[in-house]
């Protein structure tokens, strides 16, 4: 089997982090506010795309809240549904084997695309269960983008073809192969595991394509089409597997009470992506910093982004100002002393981010070319003023204080708190 070509090109280094921070986080901002995913054309979404399954089948057990679900097998047994998630400073990832023997590739967590593509690092090594399909893949990215040909493998555990997890297999899984790219130096491609309508026109001008998350549920390994996703506040500057990504269902075990849920917002185009609709306000006077307005929750977006004139009055309350070196808000340490709470409320439900959730970990002060003294501030412009249809994104910065889940069966994004809502890690 011969792999044409996957050409992925990119102004911005995982390694260069200088600015890059904020950089990508812009960009990556600019092709959701242009209705496009970060990955790949405009999408044409269709409400049977995400409500086409119906509820989840009788063999998901949860009750009403989500505080437990496990996936069975066809002996009864459960399924070992995860797979860890780790934490490399500025991206999440996780281990993805492709082929027969596997070839590992580490691949980044991403709900704000849907394609899964490998090669960007390790090259891609194609075995006996490769099929190419000779359709052109075409994703475009907020720097930069790839194309080339779909090879559509076979994913099996480990024991067999491609493990996501032992129990984790996929049959046929449209997989993106790159044989040369720039700008991904520390990972191999990425694993998108956003809606499926993200994947419209990406490969050969096709309809969409079932994503990693749509084919586990096709293929019965998991009874609803969901993921939670955990993550533990970074605190070192290592790569540590401390997260974790559930496929079927949520952990129990990494919850503090309910799992509260909100449907997909109707508003463009956040409406196009786990759009959610929230209001955010500053401290116990609880002055407006953003009114009720619709954006996104996203992995693959490191920092928390708000529009111009929220980011601004934001700005103004904290006394913070703009460092010129990392491109992120700073502030001393008698404004970090005074320093209040950030709420965002979502579906009538305050998820509070104390004054060390707003900070970023000052053990990893280097990792973004900071002062290891300085105190730096993980809110950041979105560059755009509200009132576009998308006037925030939580990135993962939100996400390490908050168990998230994302509900293709229901459309609708869930969220926890969790052991680490109120660490003071930072």
Same mark, same amino acid.
């Given at each position: 089997?011969?792999?044409?070509?996957?050409?992925?090109?990119?102004?911005?280094? @995982?390694?260069?982090?200088? %600015?890059?921070?904020?950089? +990508?986080?812009?960009?990556?901002?600019?092709?959701?506010?242009?209705?496009?995913?970060? *990955?790949?054309?405009?999408?044409?979404?269709?409400? $049977?795309?995400? %409500?086409?399954?119906?509820?989840?089948?009788?063999?998901?057990? +949860?009750?009403?809240?989500?505080?437990?679900? #496990?996936?069975?097998?066809?002996?009864?047994?459960?399924?070992?549904?995860?797979?860890?998630?780790?934490?490399?400073?500025?991206?999440?990832?996780?281990?993805?084997?492709?082929?027969?023997?596997?070839?590992?590739? #580490?691949?980044?967590?991403?709900?704000?695309?849907?394609?899964?593509? @490998?090669?960007?690092?390790?090259?891609?090594?194609?075995?006996?269960?490769?099929?190419?399909?000779?359709?052109?893949?075409?994703?475009?990215?907020?720097?930069?983008?790839?194309?080339?040909?779909?090879?559509? *493998?076979?994913?099996?555990?480990?024991?067999?073809?491609?493990?996501?997890?032992?129990?984790?297999?996929?049959?046929?899984?449209?997989?993106?192969?790159?044989?040369?790219?720039?700008?991904?130096?520390?990972?191999?491609?990425?694993?998108?595991?956003?809606?499926?309508?993200?994947?419209?026109?990406?490969?050969?001008?096709? =309809?969409?394509?079932?994503?990693?998350?749509?084919?586990?549920?096709?293929?019965?390994?998991?009874?609803?089409?969901?993921?939670?996703?955990?993550?533990?506040?970074?605190?070192?500057?290592?790569?540590?597997?401390?997260?974790?990504?559930?496929?079927?269902?949520?952990?129990?075990?990494?919850?503090?009470?309910?799992?509260?849920?909100?449907?997909?917002?109707?508003?463009?185009?956040?409406? %196009?992506?786990?759009? @959610?609709?929230?209001?955010?306000?500053?401290?116990?006077?609880?002055?407006?910093?953003?009114?009720?307005? +619709?954006?996104? @929750?996203?992995?693959?977006?490191?920092?928390?982004?708000?529009?111009?004139?929220?980011?601004?009055?934001?700005?103004?309350?904290?006394?913070?100002?703009?460092?010129?070196?990392?491109?992120?808000?700073?502030?001393?340490?008698?404004?970090? $002393?005074?320093?209040?709470?950030?709420?965002?409320?979502?579906?009538?439900?305050?998820?509070?981010? =104390?004054?060390?959730?707003?900070?970023?970990? %000052?053990?990893?002060?280097?990792?973004?070319?900071?002062?290891?003294?300085?105190?730096?501030?993980?809110?950041?412009?979105?560059?755009?003023?509200?009132?576009?249809?998308?006037?925030?994104?939580?990135?993962? +910065?939100?996400?390490?204080?908050?168990?998230?889940?994302?509900?293709?069966?229901?459309?609708?994004?869930?969220?926890?708190?969790?052991?680490?809502?109120?660490?003071?890690?930072?």
């Amino acid at each position: 089997m011969s792999v044409s070509p996957l050409r992925f090109t990119s102004s911005v280094k @995982v390694g260069d982090v200088t %600015r890059a921070i904020v950089t +990508s986080d812009t960009a990556r901002a600019r092709k959701f506010l242009a209705g496009t995913q970060p *990955h790949g054309p405009i999408a044409h979404k269709t409400p $049977e795309l995400r %409500r086409r399954r119906g509820v989840a089948s009788k063999d998901s057990h +949860s009750d009403s809240r989500g505080h437990a679900q #496990v996936n069975l097998a066809d002996d009864g047994k459960a399924v070992d549904d995860t797979i860890d998630a780790t934490d490399a400073a500025l991206i999440y990832t996780a281990t993805v084997g492709v082929g027969s023997p596997p070839t590992d590739y #580490v691949l980044i967590i991403d709900t704000g695309s849907s394609n899964t593509w @490998v090669g960007a690092n390790k090259k891609y090594s194609k075995t006996g269960t490769s099929k190419e399909t000779s359709n052109d893949v075409s994703v475009s990215y907020g720097s930069g983008a790839f194309t080339g040909k779909e090879c559509g *493998h076979l994913l099996f555990s480990d024991l067999d073809q491609v493990t996501l997890s032992p129990s984790l297999t996929i049959k046929s899984q449209s997989i993106g192969v790159a044989s040369s790219s720039r700008g991904f130096n520390d990972v191999d491609g990425i694993l998108g595991i956003g809606p499926v309508d993200l994947t419209q026109g990406t490969i050969g001008g096709r =309809t969409p394509v079932p994503t990693i998350t749509d084919n586990l549920f096709q293929q019965g390994t998991i009874t609803t089409e969901s993921i939670g996703i955990f993550y533990q506040p970074s605190t070192s500057a290592g790569a540590l597997a401390n997260g974790e990504l559930k496929f079927g269902g949520i952990d129990s075990s990494k919850i503090v009470g309910d799992v509260n849920y909100v449907p997909i917002t109707s508003t463009s185009p956040a409406s %196009r992506y786990w759009g @959610v609709d929230q209001t955010v306000t500053y401290g116990s006077s609880g002055e407006t910093i953003l009114g009720l307005t +619709s954006g996104i @929750v996203d992995t693959g977006t490191t920092l928390i982004l708000l529009a111009t004139d929220a980011f601004q009055t934001y700005q103004q309350a904290t006394g913070a100002t703009l460092d010129q070196t990392t491109g992120l808000l700073t502030i001393t340490a008698s404004q970090f $002393e005074n320093l209040q709470s950030l709420f965002f409320n979502i579906g009538g439900i305050s998820y509070e981010l =104390t004054p060390n959730a707003q900070i970023w970990p %000052r053990s990893l002060n280097a990792q973004i070319n900071g002062d290891k003294d300085s105190i730096y501030l993980i809110v950041a412009d979105l560059q755009s003023p509200s009132g576009q249809g998308l006037d925030f994104i939580n990135g993962f +910065s939100f996400l390490q204080r908050y168990y998230s889940v994302y509900d293709v069966t229901n459309s609708q994004v869930g969220l926890a708190a969790t052991p680490f809502t109120n660490a003071e890690t930072n």
